[in-house]
């Protein structure tokens, strides 16, 4: 019903301002103690919204296979804060930028939901947008081997979604994930995606 709402933009607004706990890569594992005087790196991500046809997408990344950490992941544009950065909406907007070259004044920044904590030690920041005109993406070459898009109705839905387990540092830990065509969308994308669709 949301994504027919004439006022998309005021129905996202309202949505983001619902109030709501941070997540975290940990969610599902009650069991993990976290140090509470443990330092988190900062970052961000945009959660970039792209009307195509008539439906909204999602636009996500699939990071190179030759990236150190999270290689052949899904994720959203994004990455961590510079010392240059005012604010982490100004972060994922430059790495929106530099990793699918969406320029910024392209687009219209809703506002951000709860960070999101993840195991390598960062607390990532989603800065939710609307992308205003189509525009020509380009994959920076050495960080993103693909870009593309999933309907934003489809990874809203809370029955598309899973939770699966592997072995992580000789545990198992379980997390979301939502599979949509050839790409496994899992971790933490899956997560603020989770996040997203809760509010919706």
Same mark, same amino acid.
Request: glycine fraction near 6%; include cysteine; charge should be neutral.
């Given at each position: 019903?949301? !994504?027919?709402? +004439? *006022?998309?933009?005021?129905?996202?607004?309202?949505?983001?301002? @619902? *109030?709501?706990?941070?997540? $975290?890569?940990? /969610? !599902?594992?009650?069991?993990?103690?976290?140090?509470?005087?443990?330092?988190?790196?900062?970052?961000?991500?945009?959660?970039?919204?792209?009307? @195509?046809? $008539?439906?909204?997408?999602?636009? %996500?990344?699939?990071?190179?296979?030759?990236?150190?950490?999270? +290689?052949?992941?899904?994720?959203?544009?994004?990455?961590?804060?510079?010392?240059?950065?005012? #604010? %982490? #909406?100004?972060?994922?907007?430059?790495?929106?930028?530099?990793?699918?070259? %969406? +320029?910024? /004044?392209?687009? /219209?920044?809703?506002?951000?939901?709860?960070?999101?904590?993840?195991?390598?030690?960062?607390?990532? #920041? +989603?800065?939710?947008?609307? @992308?205003?005109?189509?525009?020509?993406?380009?994959?920076?070459?050495?960080?993103? /081997?693909?870009?593309?898009?999933?309907?934003?109705?489809?990874? #809203?839905?809370?029955?598309?979604?899973?939770?699966?387990?592997?072995?992580?540092?000789?545990?198992?830990?379980?997390?979301?994930?939502?599979?949509?065509?050839?790409?496994?969308?899992?971790?933490?994308?899956?997560? @603020?995606?989770?996040?997203?669709?809760?509010?919706?």
């Amino acid at each position: 019903m949301m !994504l027919k709402n +004439p *006022d998309f933009r005021q129905a996202l607004l309202k949505s983001i301002n @619902i *109030d709501g706990r941070p997540t $975290s890569d940990y /969610d !599902l594992n009650k069991d993990v103690q976290l140090p509470e005087n443990r330092k988190l790196r900062q970052a961000a991500v945009l959660i970039g919204l792209q009307r @195509i046809n $008539s439906e909204y997408h999602v636009v %996500l990344t699939k990071r190179s296979s030759a990236m150190k950490h999270h +290689p052949g992941q899904i994720a959203f544009p994004g990455g961590k804060r510079d010392d240059g950065d005012k #604010t %982490l #909406t100004h972060t994922a907007l430059r790495e929106a930028f530099e990793e699918i070259a %969406l +320029p910024q /004044d392209n687009v /219209d920044v809703i506002g951000v939901l709860p960070p999101h904590e993840t195991v390598t030690g960062f607390q990532v #920041t +989603p800065v939710l947008g609307l @992308i205003h005109r189509i525009y020509d993406p380009i994959a920076e070459i050495g960080e993103v /081997d693909e870009i593309f898009s999933v309907p934003l109705a489809y990874v #809203t839905d809370i029955q598309n979604f899973r939770i699966e387990a592997r072995e992580w540092r000789g545990q198992m830990r379980h997390y979301y994930c939502v599979p949509y065509g050839p790409y496994y969308i899992w971790g933490a994308t899956a997560r @603020i995606l989770r996040a997203l669709a809760d509010r919706l």
